[in-house]
């Protein structure tokens, strides 16, 4: 059957559906342009948007199971929720689900919230789904590479508690893995809930010093006040999610994202071999 991957062209989303492929899976993406997007070959292209309900309803036709990721959006619930009531209408119970670490804890930032309603309908409409619980994306490094290769600052306030940081590709070999497990299963699986990290807990001061070794000259940390990130997230992203920016950025400090014991092991696990580390990110960055 079809795997229906929504969220497909970002950067969770697109190794999620080269994963899948290379798994000879069959793939169908959701995608408000198709023009716009380039996928590989044999995957089914939908055009829609997720609070179109026929489009919405047509992609779903033939799918078996879904793979959900929600950008970032002032109706970001709306349209977590929308899609799920379809996907149930149309016979899909197998999800996979983006969410958040500590999604239900950190409930005054509104897009963990909003995962965290999203988990709770999952398991109160009886879905057999895999919750995936990212940290933070390392990939998010590329917003603030300018700051660092340009001011010798690493700008993210990230805190001293430590934020075990994932990497997109890893999050997606996971999601992979676990659609098609639900997919060729000979019929619905219980809710499973993986916290998916990173091979190293890192503070602010951490990865400024990883940025001062790859670059060979001093980087230093911008500090955890984040007043400042909040104005420079707001020069190029609505003032809104620059403020939800920075809520976020006020739970690592306070909280930071550390791992549950076994969570690591878990993760080399499922993926047989190494979790992608941070300084691979930087020397990347810092190279190209």
């Not at 999604?103 to 965290?116: E, I, L, M, Q, R």
């Not at 990230?158 to 992979?176: L, T």
């Not at 920075?246 to 993760?267: H, K, N, T």
Request: hydrophobic share 45%.
């Amino acid at each position: 059957m079809t795997i229906l991957v929504i969220g497909a062209t970002g950067r969770v989303g697109r190794h999620v559906v080269e994963q899948l492929v290379a798994r000879d899976a069959s793939v169908r993406v959701l995608t408000r342009d198709p023009t716009k997007a380039a996928f590989p070959a044999g995957v089914d292209v939908a055009k829609g948007d997720l609070l179109d309900i026929d489009s919405l309803r047509g992609a779903f036709v033939g799918v078996r199971t879904l793979f959900l990721l929600n950008a970032v959006t002032g109706d970001e619930f709306t349209q977590a929720i929308v899609t799920l009531n379809v996907a149930r209408e149309a016979g899909v119970d197998r999800v996979v689900y983006l969410s958040v670490f500590d999604a239900d804890c950190a409930v005054n930032v509104p897009h963990f919230a909003v995962k965290s309603g999203a988990e709770r309908m999952l398991e109160a409409m009886n879905f057999g789904a895999t919750i995936l619980r990212p940290t933070y994306f390392i990939d998010n490094e590329a917003m603030v590479k300018d700051v660092i290769l340009q001011h010798g600052v690493y700008p993210m306030p990230i805190g001293g508690k430590g934020v075990a940081m994932v990497d997109a590709r890893d999050i997606a070999e996971v999601a992979a893995i676990e659609l098609i497990r639900r997919d060729r299963a000979t019929g619905r699986l219980p809710i499973d809930t993986i916290n998916v990290v990173g091979p190293e807990t890192l503070t602010g001061e951490d990865v400024a010093a990883i940025w001062s070794e790859v670059l060979g000259r001093p980087v230093r940390y911008g500090g955890d006040d984040p007043s400042g990130f909040e104005q420079n997230m707001a020069t190029f992203m609505p003032r809104w999610m620059a403020y939800e920016m920075r809520l976020m950025a006020e739970r690592y400090v306070s909280d930071g994202m550390i791992p549950e014991a076994g969570d690591r092991e878990r993760m080399a696990s499922l993926l047989g071999r190494a979790l992608h580390g941070y300084r691979e990110t930087a020397v990347r960055l810092a190279s190209a």
